[in-house]
């Protein structure tokens, strides 16, 4: 027959086990229900992606339309002048000038 600290340690460690298990159990449940949230926003995305791609195709389309205008604006060409609070087209004689008028200045400042 088995004596009496042997059945002790036999019972302990049947004890231990089974609150290692109790403790094991309730942690798989926690990742469960975690993998379960996990899961929902993943689906969830899936669902709000085909209209954030349409925004972004919207978006896209807008930024195209105001390169076009930017394109097609007279303004747009470079050559402005700023006069007071409005910008106008300078002349292209004036534009000219000017640029004539920097290379002068940039072979004095090399001397």
Do not use: Y
């Not at 059945?7 to 298990?21: K, P, Q, V, W």
């Not at 993943?42 to 209209?51: C, F, G, I, M, Y």
């Not at 930017?70 to 007071?84: F, H, K, N, Q, W």
């Not at 004689?93 to 920097?102: F, L």
């Amino acid at each position: 027959m088995a004596s009496p600290s042997v059945s002790f340690r036999i019972s302990r460690s049947t004890e231990d086990l089974a609150e290692t298990i109790h403790a094991l159990s309730h942690r798989l449940v926690k990742l469960e229900q975690r993998l379960a949230s996990f899961e929902l926003q993943v689906s969830n995305l899936d669902k709000t992606a085909p209209e954030e791609l349409a925004s972004l195709d919207h978006v896209s389309r807008l930024l195209q339309d105001c390169r076009d205008l930017l394109d097609s604006d007279p303004l747009a060409s470079g050559d402005v002048v700023e006069r007071g609070n409005a910008l106008t087209p300078m002349a292209p004689e004036s534009a000219a000038w000017s640029e004539d008028n920097d290379d002068e200045n940039d072979t004095a400042a090399a001397a």
